[in-house]
C-alpha cells in the first residue's frame, strides 16, 4: 500500500486511495490536512466569502428520516417569514458587505410556492441593485421553475444528494415518490443543464454508512462535476425516525475529524470548487467552523435569519447561532475568520472557480 505521505502528493486518486485517506489515524491525517490546506491557497487563496443565510420558512412537505423540521413531527411550531422579512434580511447582508444571500426553507412545491420564489429574487435583486449573488436552496423542483428562478436572477443551488448510494439514501428517507432518489439526481442534471453553478453534499456519520460509501460519495462528486459542496456531520434528533439507531453511530468526536477529512480530501480531489464550512461543525466543536476552514473549506454562511424564527429551525440537536440576532454572528464570524488565518471577500459573489474555468 502507498503510504499517505506519497498518496497525497498525487494527482489523482482511486476509490481504494480515497478509503485509505478517510481511514488515516493521527499522524497521517494531519499530512492530508496540510497537504488540502496548501491547495487550497493555490488554487483558491486564502479568502473566505460570506453568503447570509436566511432560512424563511420550516414548512416542509418531505419527512426525511434525519431532519428535525420534517413534516411529521409535531413538536415544531411552523414558522413562515414574511416578504418584506426576508428582504429586510437581504437588506441587512447587503450593508454588511456580505456579498451574496442563500435563501433556504422547507420544500414545497406549489405554483404559490414558485411564484412567491421568483418574486424574492426579483426583490433581492432590485434592493441590491443587482449586487448580491443570490443562492437558492428549497429542493427538488421541476426543470421550469428551476429556470424561472434562473431567469429572475439566482445563479446557484444547493441540493444535497445526501448519501450517492441508493440503498442508504432509503434508508434515511422514505422509499416513495417524494422521496425518490432518481429524482434526486436528475434534479441536480437539471440544474446544471439550466446554468446554475450546482452544490451538492451528504452527511457524514449517519447511521448504516460505511467508508466506502463516503468514498463514494467523493467519487460522486468529481464524477458529477459540481462547483460548490455542502457537507457536515450527521447529528441526532430526537423527534426523528432515525433517533432510533443512535447507539450504532460514531462518537461525535469521530464523525467530526471524519468530516474533516471528507473535506480535505474533496479539496484535492477537486482543486478550485468552493466548499463550505457547515454549521453542522460547529455543533459538534465550538471552533469547529474555523478548523475546517484551514484546512480546505473557503466558504461559510453567517445565520442572518431574524433571532425569534431560529429556534425553530433545529434540523439537529445543538445547532449553534440560536439564541442570536444577525448582527451577533457578523461580529462573531468576522473575529472567527481572522483567527483562522483568512481573509473575508467582501462584496464580493465569490463564485466557483471550477465553474468559471468551465464557461
Ligand atoms: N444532521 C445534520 N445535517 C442535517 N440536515 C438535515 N438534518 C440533519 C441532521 N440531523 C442537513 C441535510 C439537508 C441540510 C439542509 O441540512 O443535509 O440537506
Ligand atoms: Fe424537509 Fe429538507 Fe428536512 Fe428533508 S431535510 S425534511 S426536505 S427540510
Ligand atoms: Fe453566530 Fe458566532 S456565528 S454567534
Not at 327 to 340: G, P, Q, T, V, Y
Request: aromatic share 10%; proline share 3%.
Amino acid at each position: 500500500m502507498t503510504d499517505v505521505a506519497t498518496l497525497v502528493n498525487q494527482g489523482f486518486f482511486s476509490r481504494e486511495d480515497v478509503i485509505q485517506l478517510l481511514n488515516a489515524d493521527r499522524e497521517d491525517r494531519s499530512l492530508l490536512f496540510a497537504k488540502a490546506a496548501e491547495i487550497k491557497e493555490k488554487y483558491v487563496g486564502n479568502i473566505v466569502y460570506f453568503r447570509g443565510l436566511i432560512e424563511f420558512s420550516n414548512i416542509c412537505e418531505k419527512n426525511c428520516f434525519y431532519c428535525g423540521i420534517r413534516k411529521g413531527n409535531r413538536n415544531v411550531k411552523r414558522y413562515n417569514l414574511t416578504d418584506d422579512e426576508i428582504l429586510n434580511a437581504a437588506g441587512f447582508a447587503y450593508e454588511s458587505n456580505y456579498g451574496s444571500v442563500v435563501l433556504q426553507g422547507g420544500e414545497l412545491d406549489s405554483p404559490a410556492f414558485s411564484d412567491r420564489i421568483e418574486r424574492l429574487v426579483k426583490g433581492i435583486k432590485e434592493l441590491s441593485g443587482d449586487k448580491l449573488g443570490i443562492t437558492l436552496s428549497v429542493g427538488e423542483q421541476s426543470p421550469e421553475v428551476y429556470r424561472r428562478w434562473f431567469e429572475a436572477g439566482a445563479h446557484r443551488y444547493l441540493l444535497r444528494i445526501e448519501s450517492s448510494s441508493r440503498d442508504l439514501y432509503y434508508r434515511i428517507h422514505p422509499n416513495d415518490k417524494t422521496h425518490s432518489f432518481e429524482r434526486r439526481l436528475k434534479a441536480l442534471q437539471d440544474l446544471k443543464d439550466t446554468g446554475y453553478q450546482v452544490g451538492t453534499g451528504v452527511m457524514i456519520g449517519l447511521p448504516f454508512q460505511t467508508m466506502e460509501d463516503l468514498a463514494d460519495d467523493l467519487l460522486f462528486m468529481k464524477e458529477m462535476d459540481i462547483d460548490m459542496c455542502g457537507m457536515g456531520p450527521y447529528i441526532e434528533h430526537v423527534d426523528t425516525p432515525l433517533w432510533e439507531f443512535r447507539d450504532r453511530l460514531l462518537p461525535l468526536e469521530e464523525r467530526f475529524n471524519l468530516a474533516l477529512k471528507m473535506i480535505a480530501i474533496l479539496r484535492l480531489l477537486m482543486n478550485n470548487i468552493n466548499i463550505a464550512s457547515a454549521t453542522a461543525l460547529q455543533a459538534i466543536d465550538p471552533i469547529g467552523r474555523e478548523k475546517a476552514l484551514k484546512i480546505g473549506a473557503n466558504i461559510i454562511m453567517p445565520n442572518i435569519t431574524p433571532g425569534a424564527y431560529r429556534n425553530d429551525y433545529k434540523l439537529y440537536e445543538n445547532k449553534p447561532c440560536t439564541d442570536e440576532e444577525a448582527a451577533d454572528c457578523k461580529n462573531c464570524l468576522e473575529a472567527r475568520i481572522h483567527m483562522s488565518g483568512n481573509k473575508i471577500g467582501y462584496n464580493e459573489w465569490g463564485d466557483s472557480q471550477h465553474f468559471k474555468d468551465k464557461h
